[in-house]
């Protein structure tokens, strides 16, 4: 069955730190760049960052820059995401997302948007 | 960052009708881009890519046209199922950035 499943969330203090992971099965893996994409309770969906098939390549959006660190192990078909110095707007339901962009023989894709989506878990930033 | 604008924010629409969701981008995109499906409480479904591709699995009576700054989704025939929020998100920079959605009630 092809999912993903977030885990993680939790409540965290403003300063504070968490890490999510996000379990991928049933595609390869290790063959597709992975994003994270959260959303605030009640408002739309902001992307947060992307990751390349191999952890080559890695990009943020500004709102995280500098706090928010994307990786990766394909040896566990895991994606992860630690967030730093959180903010009480980094409160939402963040979501892991697969990137349907390909390889070739000798080059690969990125697509930018997402095919994949899984179920979210939420990250609630309190004192 | 390129700004995505939908219209109408939210609507009331009956079973059966045909209704147009619209995305405008603050700069031409070509057709790098998607529409997306939330239901409550449920994770974002891809409906359209490339602004016009039927992502696999999806109905026929969704469809996408458009391309530059200016794109529709149109559902032909609207079921309750359909009953939901839609996202437009443009990919033509490497940056995506969606729109501010648009909810589908029942009249």
């Known amino acids: 069955q092809v999912q993903l499943v977030e885990s993680g969330g939790g409540v965290v203090q403003p300063g504070g730190s968490l890490r999510l992971s996000c379990a991928a099965s049933?595609?390869?893996?290790?063959?597709?760049?992975m994003h994270w994409v959260r959303q605030a309770p009640g408002k739309g969906l902001e992307w947060v960052a992307f990751?390349?098939?191999?952890?080559?390549?890695?990009y943020y959006a500004d709102s995280v820059k500098g706090r928010f660190t994307i990786s990766r192990d394909n040896s566990k078909n895991t994606l992860y995401l630690q967030m730093n110095s959180l903010r009480a707007e980094d409160t939402a339901v963040y979501y892991c997302?697969?990137?349907?962009?390909?390889?070739?023989?000798?080059?690969?894709?990125?697509?930018?948007?997402?095919?994949?989506w899984g179920r979210g878990t939420l990250v609630t930033v309190s004192s | 960052a390129i700004r995505m604008t939908q219209s109408p924010s939210s609507f009331s629409a009956s079973t059966g009708d045909r209704v147009t969701i619209t995305c405008r981008a603050s700069?031409?995109?070509?057709?790098?881009l998607a529409w997306y499906q939330q239901k409550p409480g449920k994770a974002p479904k891809l409906l359209i890519y490339?602004?016009?591709t039927l992502q696999s699995g999806v109905p026929s009576r969704f469809s996408g046209s458009g391309s530059g700054t200016d794109f529709t989704l149109t559902i032909s025939c609207l079921q309750s199922e359909d009953f939901a929020t839609y996202y437009c998100?443009?990919?033509?920079?490497?940056?995506?950035?969606f729109g501010g959605g648009t909810k589908v009630e029942i009249k």
């Open positions: 700069q031409g995109i070509s057709s790098y």
């Open positions: 998100q443009q990919y033509y920079s490497y940056l995506p950035t």
């Open positions: 997302a697969k990137d349907p962009g390909y390889c070739s023989s000798t080059s690969c894709y990125v697509s930018w948007y997402f095919d994949l």
């Open positions: 990751i390349r098939y191999d952890g080559s390549n890695k």
């Open positions: 049933g595609f390869t893996f290790s063959s597709y760049g």
């Open positions: 490339a602004a016009s």
